[in-house]
């Protein structure tokens, strides 16, 4: 269960929003669409997971459920078994992650709206679990460079001659001492490293190929100058808050919307109040504001209170 320190601030925002609501019988009905719901959350093991799923369990809470806290579950393949295996009852994931990873499948559909149909009737049919709702922000791949490279070939993220994945390529090709770093997954996934040493012909050596075993170490690492280039998720708040110059992408990577996955026995037991639910948390983030969301937990802000901020912001708990 979630603990005293954990509910605190949960607790402090549902009277503080209890008090403004007043007596609607909507409102009501909403406190309790999860009434004798019991639901283990999870996540993976990087900022944007910890925000939405922090997001979800003080909404959750908010509208009557009993509430497990199993955040950061471990990496993608750990948290995909915790969910089959029944570990967890729920996490947000990617619909390029699931078509290509999960399900095993080629190339996803460019259009994000079919593509998560696609994963959700495919994973419904297959392995009993759901896809409910999209994202309309992308945290899609990417790559950004070291200040002293963005410095040496002009790379602006402002400009017509940005520097793409096609020029990071012959960069590496022509400098022979650069540094490529990365997250533990990136270099062996079906929808990862592969798809830039493809479409730019150029393979990274794995003696200049560096891992780190925390994806948000990468960041920094880039900015200090110790690594050249960094693999980053494009939403990801550190971006701007360190002034990192992105790679431009021109669609070598895959689209990457959020979706809440349960089992389907799960769903079942409340699906409107699921289905409104995760339509309340998704709609309101662009992809800006999930940048900034982010990027305010990266420059230290406490979880909690950056996820009560957004659902106070935008009237999500009932």
């Not at 199993?70 to 699931?98: F, M, Q, V």
């Not at 998560?116 to 009993?128: G, H, K, L, Y």
């Not at 990136?186 to 780190?212: C, N, S, W």
């Not at 709609?283 to 420059?299: C, D, F, G, K, M």
């Amino acid at each position: 269960m979630m603990s005293t320190k954990r509910l605190l601030p949960v607790i402090l925002s549902l009277l503080l929003i209890s008090a403004s609501c007043g007596s609607d019988n909507g409102d009501t009905d909403a406190a309790n669409a999860f009434d004798g719901v019991t639901i283990n959350v999870g996540s993976k093991n990087f900022t944007e997971q910890y925000v939405l799923s922090e997001i979800l369990i003080q909404a959750l809470v908010a509208r009557g459920a009993e509430v497990t806290d199993s955040t950061d579950t471990g990496d993608t393949p750990t948290t995909r078994a915790a969910l089959l295996g029944g570990d967890i009852d729920t996490y947000w994931e990617y619909n390029s992650t699931g078509w290509v990873e999960h399900l095993g499948n080629g190339d996803p559909d460019p259009d994000g709206e079919k593509l998560t149909d696609d994963v959700a009737e495919a994973d419904r049919t297959q392995n009993q679990i759901e896809w409910i709702g999209r994202s309309t922000f992308n945290d899609t791949y990417g790559f950004v460079v070291s200040p002293d490279i963005a410095d040496d070939t002009l790379a602006t993220r402002y400009t017509v001659d940005a520097f793409d994945l096609e020029a990071m390529a012959e960069y590496l090709d022509d400098n022979d001492n650069t540094v490529v770093c990365v997250e533990p997954e990136f270099p062996g996934r079906a929808d990862g490293l592969v798809l830039f040493e493809q479409d730019t012909g150029y393979t990274i050596p794995t003696e200049r190929i560096r891992v780190f075993d925390d994806a948000a170490d990468v960041y920094g690492a880039v900015a200090d100058g110790d690594c050249d280039f960094g693999e980053v998720f494009t939403t990801d708040g550190r971006i701007d808050e360190l002034d990192l110059t992105t790679v431009v992408d021109p669609g070598v990577f895959y689209v990457y919307n959020v979706s809440l996955n349960l089992p389907t026995s799960l769903y079942e037991q409340a699906p409107d109040a699921f289905d409104d639910l995760v339509d309340d948390i998704l709609r309101p983030l662009s992809q800006s504001r999930i940048t900034e969301l982010n990027r305010r937990v990266a420059a230290g802000e406490p979880l909690s209170e950056v996820a009560q901020d957004y659902l106070q912001t935008f009237e999500i708990n009932p």
